[in-house]
């Protein structure tokens, strides 16, 4: 029985370990070429289903946002006025203006629009993630 390195190949395979190292190099490049072409393929099929997905699940988003609006404004007609009522109503105003870009924009738009905003300035960004993090990590302690 002939092993691998000795030219006999690998059963069920066409490779074939021949002196003809040439070939087998612009083999071996085809292949990840192509492979290469399938994975990206795949990724740009993949990403096409999540934001088709995304924006399928747009509406349930904008409703609970305007929900959450909606309840601020109550709480904030229980509160006299001062700077509680005043943070409060720029909540609200910043939720409607989210709600208006969620539905009138795509997953792609918005995604691209994040992207730039992160590339601008990445450190606010980073502030951003560590206090969403310990709010997070506060609030939901078991």
């Known amino acids: 029985m002939a092993s ?6 690998i059963q069920g395979s066409s490779y074939v ?16 070429q192509v492979g290469k072409e399938r994975v990206k393929e795949i990724g740009g099929i993949t990403r096409d289903r999540v934001y088709q997905t995304v924006d399928s699940r747009k509406g349930e988003v904008v409703q609970g946002l305007q929900d959450l609006a909606s309840t601020l404004e109550k709480a904030s007609e229980q509160i006299p006025s001062g700077v509680a009522k ?8 910043f939720i409607h203006k989210a709600t208006d870009r969620i539905e009138n924009e795509t997953t792609a738009e918005l995604l691209a629009d994040a992207q730039d905003r992160i590339r601008e300035r990445p450190a606010f960004f980073v502030a951003g993630c560590v206090a969403l993090g310990f709010f997070a990590g506060r609030f939901l302690k078991i």
């Open 4 to 9: 691998v390195i000795e030219g006999g190949g």
């Open 17 to 32: 370990n021949s002196p003809d190292h040439g070939a087998s190099t612009s083999t071996a490049a085809e292949i990840a």
């Open 86 to 93: 005043q943070a409060i109503g720029s909540a609200v105003g």
